[in-house]
T-cell receptor, first 118, second 115 residues
């Protein structure tokens, strides 16, 4: 149980194009999903918290117009990197927290998406 | 906001020896402390967690201790195997300004178990 998938697993795009990454909870409902960015040999940096049916909450320094997040259902959140530039190249990982009321603590991670912008 | 410090950044142990990784946190209101194992190019996997109402938790070769007064928690791996080699992240759950909860991660510890 508690499986999270991400698609695509890797993508190469040209500078100036947009890329959409999907995050799905396969066997549970997740009212909250999180998007992280991870540079090589570094820790996970939270980009935004996505709540189903409401606007995402972005961390300081993350451009909401560049990293569009949509959480339209209890099992799907999407991250769109708009007008991608080489400096956006990174490993993007989502996580989902099972909806078990106020007692829900655990987060389960997707396999990540390797984005390379040329 | 929450700040999590993790030490050491790298750790090498002989197979069969124990490994200990330590973390400190700053927000006394944090109430949940998970540990994740991440192999190269893969997703972080939750290996053990502890809540603030418990001082110690054990699962086979892995244990976590929590000292709320000192605001630090530790991961203990006994009888290490080469397969334990990975990067380990600690995290602390705190309330964000928007009223929801989020995890703040330490910088990670690269554990190498030498056969």
């Amino acid at each position: 149980g508690a499986v999270v998938s991400q698609h695509p697993s890797w993508v190469i795009c040209k500078s100036g194009t947009s890329v959409k990454i999907e995050c799905r909870s396969l066997d549970f409902q997740a009212t909250t999903m999180f998007w992280y960015r991870q540079f090589p040999k570094q820790s996970l940096m939270l980009m935004a918290t996505s709540n189903e049916g409401s606007k995402a909450t972005y961390e300081q320094g993350v451009e909401k117009d560049k990293f569009l997040i949509n959480h339209a259902s209890l099992t799907l959140s999407t991250l769109t990197v708009t007008s991608a530039h080489p400096e956006d190249s990174s490993f993007y990982i989502c996580s989902a927290r099972p909806h078990r009321g106020a007692a829900s603590y655990e987060q389960y991670f997707g396999p990540g998406t390797r984005l390379t912008v040329t | 906001g929450e700040n999590v410090e993790q030490h050491p950044s790298t750790l090498s142990v002989q197979e069969g020896d124990s490994a200990v990784i330590k973390c400190t946190y700053s927000d006394s209101a944090s109430n949940y402390f998970p540990w994740y194992k991440q192999e190269l190019g893969k997703r972080p996997q939750l290996i053990i967690d502890i809540r603030s109402n418990v001082g110690e938790k054990k699962d086979q070769r892995i244990a976590v201790t929590l000292n709320k007064t000192a605001k630090h928690f530790s991961l203990h791996i006994t009888e290490t195997h080469p397969e334990d080699s990975a990067v380990y992240f600690c995290a602390a759950r705190s309330e964000s300004g928007a009223g929801s909860y989020q995890l703040t991660f330490g910088k990670g510890t690269k554990l190498s178990v030498i056969p």
